[in-house]
């Protein structure tokens, strides 16, 4: 655990009575923002809130389970009610009909003929006193007067690999205006308290019946003629010391709880507060494409909600997903290669606050050969954490890190950060030189991306190697700024020695390998993972159209993103972790790759199957992983899960946009990719260093104006391409960029809706190239269907638009339509375009 005692005062306000005792609050309003999503409740599906200390997990059915870090304090929490003259209990979570998410909160509605339900959630931010909580009002309006039953499952469990000794007893201690449960544990020092003013108990076991584990009871009471006004808090806390001496009692415990009814309001006014000025600094982009647009605002705040303040800097959890009985909410606690494939996100929309503290805490757990962790529990300070195989179980953290502390400083122009761990990034540098093959990093310090692998574990992925020379090409850049000649240039020959390593991956074929054997040989299997060479930029591998033309086609990408391996191949399965399912990452991987080889058609199509996910499972966040071959998550799939947020960002704003940040040199450069049938584009608060911009993208004829205004003059050079000085511009509120189009380009039109459960149906553009008076596209959809292009022409003022030739299509305006081959499955087509 990362402290050692904590008051966490959980504030679940929940509900229903209004008995002559009750001391329920007055009903406020929630505010309405327009990043609302309303989705009809699966009941099959989750939900998540999360936040600083505290989580909310449940299923779109109403049960939940309650979290203030690390402890589960109750799960399975359900909700029933019998109405005067209605002799049937009402079972109101299987009445769910709608879920309702907004930034600072979720409500689920149950709705009958004479009664309905409205659960409201939501999470403070953490106050001054380090108190964290977790709110779940109830609402209620009914015909007539209604007893209700909260029924839940104490459980006082703390997370995962903490030791627990069984479920808690519940205790009833009677307060005036009502009491609440104490729940008592064996482990020392660990206590909760669950209380709602105004409800009285269910029956509690007697200790002379055969032990059983058996759930809680609160019933409380409503009547319509007085209680519509009102909510009713349930009030919940946990002490948490370890040291086996409480600084107070159960009994104090639970008076401090029920103490919290009367600050429902301020503390959901503080959230709301927060997110309505979340982007006040934070990038927001605004496009012809209004889902484009929310999911991406959607993605950064499911990011900035992994975020955990902790004494050595700030941990990022890694995804959400209700435990049960398991003690693993998803993966709830930090994770290095996590954090580090986000951290280009979080410089992407400009929280360089976030990323500083990420990288602190990372650097605060570095081993002392200079390993980066993999990952570290929540609870780890509770077990002998450092012997168990998971700290550092990967080895792919260390070259992350390099890639991402160059990629921060760049951005934010924090020389200083970089100065001042210089001494912990040459260790991490030492460690990744340590442990090679051929002068390539290895999996000899644990696994590169898969955990498991047929026929065995890879002895080097291409992965790894593709990282590696990254890592070497941002360990030269650092070392330029630190004035180290030596590392520079030694750095820059090793990053040209691993890159050159690459081209042994690539078979006779034209496609990248997974992995080479010790005995020199390669594993022949076809996957995604070598898109990650295409990352930074700085690499540019060898003859790679048969791989983009490959990982394009419908044997990886399917509606919903991109298969980690090719369906083809011997060990495909589309729901195993690593070998055939399609995770949101990847997908990621594989649009900021497709950007960075100037293929914007594919670029796109892979964007925006991970921004039609937002709305998919969990509303607003984007889960782990999904079939290989149904447009359906995998039941274990983490929900709410850090990367898959991440992968949205990243690749909208370097590849889409094009945006490269230069903070240290005051550099912008702008090579922006965007679709055929935008005209325009705006995004506003673009960080450059510790200034600000409005970049607008506009159409003038035959050119892209580009245009960066910031509030107060600035220097700032606006280029096409990065220039490596610092920036001698004078200083000024507009900087504008010219850059030529292409004579004529092509967007996808109307593809058609992918459904869960449906199998991949999609249109895939497997290549895309220009001569200057021709674009010829290599297509491939289902056999025997009819799919539309559109056609724009970016003629110079006062030309005549071109006269178009099409082969393998027909022209009807501007629209273009082509028709696949007879033939089963996908069927390819090619279409050109003279002029």
Same mark, same amino acid.
């Given at each position: 655990m990362l402290k050692s005692f904590f008051l966490l005062s959980l504030s679940v306000s929940s509900l229903l009575a209004q008995s002559p005792n009750s001391t329920g609050i007055p009903r406020f309003a929630f505010d309405r923002s327009q990043l609302a999503i309303h989705h009809p409740a699966q009941p099959q599906q989750p939900f998540t809130l999360v936040g600083e200390q505290a989580a909310i997990l449940g299923a779109q059915d109403g049960s939940f389970e309650l979290w203030l870090m690390p402890v589960q304090i109750l799960r399975n929490a359900r909700l029933t009610a019998r109405l005067h003259g209605y002799e049937t209990t009402i079972q109101l979570n299987s009445l769910a009909t709608d879920v309702d998410v907004e930034p600072d909160h979720t409500t689920l509605t149950y709705a009958h003929a004479a009664i309905t339900v409205r659960q409201h959630m939501f999470l403070p931010r953490i106050t001054a006193d380090g108190t964290a909580a977790a709110v779940v009002?109830?609402?209620?309006?009914?015909?007539?007067?209604?007893?209700?039953?909260?029924?839940?499952?104490?459980?006082?469990?703390?997370?995962?690999?903490?030791?627990?000794?069984?479920?808690?007893?519940?205790?009833?201690?009677?307060?005036?205006?009502?009491?609440?449960?104490?729940?008592?544990?064996?482990?020392?020092?660990?206590?909760?308290?669950?209380?709602?003013?105004?409800?009285?108990?269910?029956?509690?076991?007697?200790?002379?019946?055969?032990?059983?584990?058996?759930?809680?009871?609160?019933?409380?009471?409503?009547?319509?003629?007085?209680?519509?006004?009102?909510?009713?808090?349930?009030?919940?806390?946990?002490?948490?010391?370890?040291?086996?001496?409480?600084?107070?009692?159960?009994?104090?415990?639970?008076?401090?709880?029920?103490?919290?009814?009367?600050?429902?309001?301020?503390?959901?006014?503080?959230?709301?507060?927060?997110?309505?000025?979340?982007?006040?600094?934070?990038?927001?982009?605004?496009?012809?494409?209004?889902?484009?647009?929310?999911?991406?605002?959607?993605?950064?705040?499911?990011?900035?909600?992994?975020?955990?303040?902790?004494?050595t800097g700030i941990g990022m959890t890694a995804g959400w997903l209700a435990a049960g009985g398991t003690g693993r909410p998803g993966y709830g606690w930090f994770f290095g290669r996590d954090t580090l494939w986000s951290v280009y996100a979080v410089n992407s929309y400009g929280d360089f606050h976030l990323t500083r503290g990420a990288l602190e805490f990372l650097l605060s757990q570095q081993r002392d050969d200079g390993k980066i962790m993999h990952e570290l529990s929540q609870t780890a300070e509770l077990v002998d954490w450092r012997n168990l195989p998971y700290q550092f179980a990967s080895a792919d953290a260390t070259p992350l890190l390099l890639m991402a502390v160059d990629d921060y400083v760049r951005m934010s122009g924090d020389a200083a950060f970089l100065k001042e761990h210089w001494p912990k990034l040459l260790r991490a540098y030492r460690f990744t030189r340590a442990h090679t093959t051929e002068g390539a990093m290895d999996n000899s310090q644990g696994s590169g991306w898969v955990e498991e692998w047929l026929p065995h574990k890879p002895d080097q992925e291409i992965y790894l190697v593709a990282l590696d020379a990254q890592a070497n090409f941002a360990t030269a850049r650092m070392a330029k700024l630190m004035h180290d000649a030596d590392l520079e240039t030694s750095a820059a020959a090793t990053a040209r020695l691993v890159a050159s390593r690459l081209d042994g991956y690539r078979s006779a074929d034209g496609v990248y390998r997974f992995s080479r054997n010790r005995d020199g040989s390669y594993e022949d299997v076809h996957t995604i993972f070598p898109t990650v060479a295409w990352w930074s930029g700085d690499l540019h591998p060898a003859d790679a159209a048969k791989s983009f033309e490959d990982w394009g086609s419908s044997r990886f990408t399917v509606d919903w993103g991109v298969r980690s391996v090719a369906d083809d191949a011997a060990i495909y399965d589309p729901i195993s972790y690593h070998r055939g399912s399609v995770w949101p990452l990847y997908t990621g991987w594989m649009a900021m790759a497709d950007?960075?080889?100037?293929?914007?058609? *594919? !670029?796109?199509?892979?964007?925006? +199957?991970?921004?039609? $996910?937002?709305? @998919?499972?969990?509303? /607003?966040?984007?889960?782990? %992983?999904?079939?290989?071959?149904?447009?359906?998550?995998?039941?274990?799939?983490?929900?709410?899960?850090?990367?898959? *947020? !991440?992968?949205?960002?990243?690749? +909208?704003?370097?590849? $889409?946009?094009? @945006?490269?940040?230069? /903070?240290?040199?005051?550099? %912008?450069?702008?090579?922006?990719?965007?679709?055929?049938?935008?005209?325009?584009?705006?995004?506003?608060?673009?960080?450059?260093?510790?200034?600000?911009?409005?970049?607008?993208?506009?159409?003038?004829?035959?050119?892209?104006?580009?245009?960066?205004?910031?509030?107060?003059?600035?220097?700032?050079?606006?280029?096409?391409?990065?220039?490596?000085?610092?920036?001698?511009?004078?200083?000024?509120?507009?900087?504008?960029?010219?850059?030529?189009?292409?004579?004529?380009?092509?967007?996808?039109?109307?593809?058609?809706?992918?459904?869960?459960?449906?199998?991949?149906?999609?249109?895939?553009?497997?290549?895309?190239?220009?001569?200057?008076?021709?674009?010829?596209?290599?297509?491939?959809?289902?056999?025997?269907?009819?799919?539309?292009?559109?056609?724009?022409?970016?003629?110079?003022a006062g030309a005549k638009t071109p006269v178009v030739q099409v082969e393998g299509g027909v022209m009807h305006g501007d629209m273009l339509q082509v028709h696949t081959p007879a033939g089963e499955g996908y069927q390819k087509m090619k279409v050109t375009l003279h002029w």
């Open positions: 009002l109830f609402e209620v309006h009914a015909t007539r007067p209604a007893e209700l039953t909260l029924t839940f499952d104490p459980s006082m469990m703390q997370q995962w690999p903490a030791p627990n000794y069984g479920p808690p007893s519940g205790e009833w201690v009677d307060r005036p205006g009502g009491g609440g449960y104490i729940l008592h544990t064996n482990t020392p020092g660990l206590y909760g308290a669950v209380a709602m003013p105004g409800a009285s108990r269910g029956d509690l076991r007697p200790y002379q019946e055969r032990a059983a584990e058996t759930p809680l009871e609160l019933h409380f009471s409503y009547d319509p003629s007085v209680d519509d006004g009102r909510f009713y808090p349930l009030l919940c806390g946990v002490l948490d010391d370890h040291s086996g001496h409480p600084a107070t009692t159960p009994e104090a415990l639970l008076d401090a709880v029920l103490g919290q009814k009367n600050r429902m309001e301020a503390m959901y006014r503080s959230t709301a507060a927060f997110y309505e000025h979340f982007f006040d600094q934070r990038l927001e982009v605004t496009t012809p494409d209004a889902a484009l647009d929310k999911a991406l605002r959607w993605a950064e705040i499911a990011v900035d909600q992994s975020r955990t303040p902790l004494p950007y960075r080889a100037g293929r914007p058609l *594919s !670029a796109f199509e892979h964007l925006q +199957s991970d921004v039609r $996910l937002t709305w @998919l499972q969990d509303p /607003g966040a984007i889960t782990e %992983l999904l079939s290989g071959a149904f447009y359906e998550p995998l039941a274990r799939s983490s929900s709410h899960q850090l990367w898959s *947020s !991440a992968m949205l960002i990243s690749p +909208s704003v370097r590849g $889409l946009f094009g @945006l490269n940040v230069d /903070g240290l040199n005051h550099r %912008l450069a702008v090579a922006p990719q965007l679709p055929a049938n935008w005209g325009w584009a705006t995004l506003r608060n673009v960080a450059v260093g510790d200034a600000l911009y409005a970049v607008e993208f506009h159409r003038e004829a035959a050119e892209m104006v580009v245009k960066a205004t910031s509030v107060e003059p600035t220097v700032l050079c606006l280029e096409p391409h990065q220039g490596t000085t610092t920036c001698t511009e004078r200083p000024n509120l507009a900087h504008t960029l010219r850059l030529p189009l292409p004579p004529i380009e092509v967007s996808v039109y109307g593809e058609p809706e992918t459904r869960q459960g449906d199998e991949p149906h999609a249109m895939h553009i497997l290549d895309e190239y220009s001569d200057g008076h021709s674009l010829s596209l290599l297509l491939e959809a289902p056999a025997r269907s009819e799919r539309t292009l559109v056609v724009r022409y970016n003629t110079p």
